[in-house]
């Protein structure tokens, strides 16, 4: 039951390759729009969305509000430093739920 737990938990860390992929092409081309992600990776834009929605809440990526004769988001990749304190965070915190687990 612990090892189930404990994977279970270790299972939020993982990336699937179109979050990774994702997150990779807004590291290099900067702000894109949801349709603009879809068409670069040829995914369907509710898959994108889908992913964008983990990622944003994740920390992985960000978004901003814009205007362009339409009100709309952009999304950019966090700063790859600025990631690694996400899960660095994120390991800590399951370290923690471990440690209590065992006890």
């Not at 939020?12 to 992929?21: A, M, P, V, W, Y």
């Not at 997150?23 to 729009?33: S, V």
């Not at 040829?42 to 929605?53: A, D, G, H």
């Not at 339409?70 to 800590?92: M, R, S």
Request: hydrophobic share 40%.
């Amino acid at each position: 039951m612990v090892l189930d737990t404990i994977n279970s938990l270790l299972k939020q860390l993982q990336f699937n390759k179109s979050e990774i992929e994702i997150y990779k092409l807004l590291l290099k081309k900067g702000e894109m729009t949801v349709r603009e992600i879809a068409e670069e990776l040829q995914l369907s834009t509710r898959i994108v969305r889908e992913r964008l929605k983990r990622l944003v809440e994740d920390g992985i990526v960000r978004r901003k509000l814009i205007e362009r004769g339409w009100i709309g988001y952009v999304y950019y990749a966090e700063d790859p430093d600025k990631v690694a304190q996400v899960i660095k965070k994120k390991l800590i915190e399951i370290a923690g739920i471990i440690e209590r687990i065992k006890s």
